[in-house]
C-alpha cells in the first residue's frame, strides 16, 4: 500500500465521517454498548459517546461550510472566462496534492 493510497484513504474517511452514516453507527454503538455491556456504560462511558457525537457534529458542519464554499468557487471559475476550469476538480485530492498545488502555482506567480 503506497503512501498516496494512505493519504486518499484518510481524506476519503475525514469526509465520510461528516456523513449521516457516521450518526447511524454511533447510534448503533450505543445500543451494542447498553445490550452487551449495561454495566460499564456509567458516566465515562456516556462523556465517551457524547464526545464522539460533539466530534461528528463538529466535523459534519466543516464539511458543509466547505462544500459552501467549494461550490460558491466553482461557480465564480465557471463565470469567469479565463479561469482555469481544472481547479473545480482540486477538492477531490488529498491536502498534499492541494498544498503541492499551491506552491507550484505561488512560484509561477512569483516568476511572472
Do not use: P
Not at 32 to 39: I, K, L, M, P, T
Not at 56 to 73: G, M, N, V, Y
Not at 80 to 106: F, V
Request: charged share 25%.
Amino acid at each position: 500500500m503506497g503512501k498516496q493510497t494512505v493519504q486518499r484513504g484518510l481524506t476519503k474517511l475525514g469526509m465520510l465521517s461528516g456523513h449521516l452514516s457516521a450518526f447511524v453507527i454511533l447510534g448503533l454503538y450505543a445500543v451494542a454498548w447498553v445490550v452487551f455491556d449495561r454495566g460499564s456504560l456509567n458516566f465515562h462511558g456516556a462523556a465517551t459517546l457524547v464526545t464522539w457525537m460533539m466530534t461528528l457534529f463538529i466535523q459534519r458542519a466543516e464539511h458543509r461550510d466547505t462544500q459552501a464554499i467549494q461550490a460558491k468557487l466553482d461557480e465564480l471559475l465557471r463565470a469567469h472566462g479565463e479561469a482555469d476550469n481544472r481547479l473545480t476538480r482540486l477538492d477531490d485530492q488529498t491536502a498534499e496534492e492541494i498544498e503541492q498545488h499551491r506552491d507550484e502555482a505561488r512560484a509561477g506567480g512569483a516568476s511572472a
